[in-house]
């Protein structure tokens, strides 16, 4: 158990839809990274949030958007969904902003477009 | 466009082998290279390299890079079935970006 939870575990909904991940960093982490991983794409970092502060950016669509609030928790908005979202989203958090070898993966939360 | 491109994409050997993966990349602004292992679920940390030459070792596992020619090999040394899984390689381009390889699919028979 890495310490990083995501919620939900599963995710199920319909083109055109909009979803919340939620992902709650180890004790004391300040940076948060969200990555995709699909079957034909592999993984791909998407953002990085660094105490609340957006700090990279990668390969995220304009319809996805993410936040860290002030208690360090993240959410990635997913919005108008295509069936290309469907992938598995991690969440992963670092102790300082550019220590990536300490960077702890959660568990992922799959979500399916239908 | 940056790039990270790994070999073989998969590989088959038994116990006690040694292998060695390979991760070439081209990025605009280098920072570091990272080696994950991924079972079943999300990545973990195997090795971040930062400086050409210096190798890093972790029992059977040891990494290294070389920034001359842009790769970086991984090396596992007496293979066991519990080292069966996806070894992804990502480079670090100085916060603008986090690009990772394919990776190499790695299988342990018994």
């Known amino acids: 158990d890495s310490g990083v939870t995501q919620t939900p575990k599963h995710l199920i909904t319909a083109t055109g839809q909009r979803v919340t991940l939620r992902c709650s960093p180890r004790?004391?982490?300040?940076?948060v990274y969200w990555y995709q991983q699909s079957l034909d794409q592999g993984l791909q970092f998407l953002i990085q949030?660094?105490?609340?502060?957006?700090?990279a950016k990668g390969n995220i669509l304009e319809r996805f958007s993410a936040q860290q609030f002030p208690d360090l928790h993240s959410e990635l908005n997913l919005s108008s969904l295509e069936l290309g979202d469907s992938a598995l989203y991690f969440c992963?958090?670092?102790?300082?902003?550019?220590?990536?070898?300490?960077?702890?993966f959660g568990p992922g939360t799959r979500l399916l477009v239908l | 466009e940056d790039k990270v491109v790994q070999s073989p994409l998969s590989l088959v050997v038994h116990e006690g082998d040694t292998v060695t993966l390979n991760c070439s990349y081209e990025?605009?602004?280098?920072?570091?290279l990272l080696w994950y292992k991924q079972e079943k679920k999300a990545p973990t940390f195997l090795f971040m390299l930062?400086?050409?030459?210096i190798e890093k070792k972790s029992g059977r596992l040891s990494s290294i890079l070389d920034k001359k020619e842009l790769f970086s090999i991984l090396n596992i040394t007496a293979t066991q079935t519990g080292d069966s899984a996806v070894y992804l390689c990502?480079?670090?381009?100085?916060?603008?970006?986090?690009?990772f390889g394919p990776g190499t699919r790695l299988s342990v028979l018994p």
């Open positions: 992963a958090s670092s102790e300082r902003e550019g220590l990536r070898e300490t960077q702890y």
């Open positions: 990502a480079v670090d381009n100085y916060g603008q970006n986090f690009v």
């Open positions: 004790s004391g982490d300040l940076s």
């Open positions: 990025v605009t602004n280098f920072r570091s």
């Open positions: 930062t400086s050409s030459g």
């Open positions: 949030y660094y105490n609340g502060e957006e700090r």
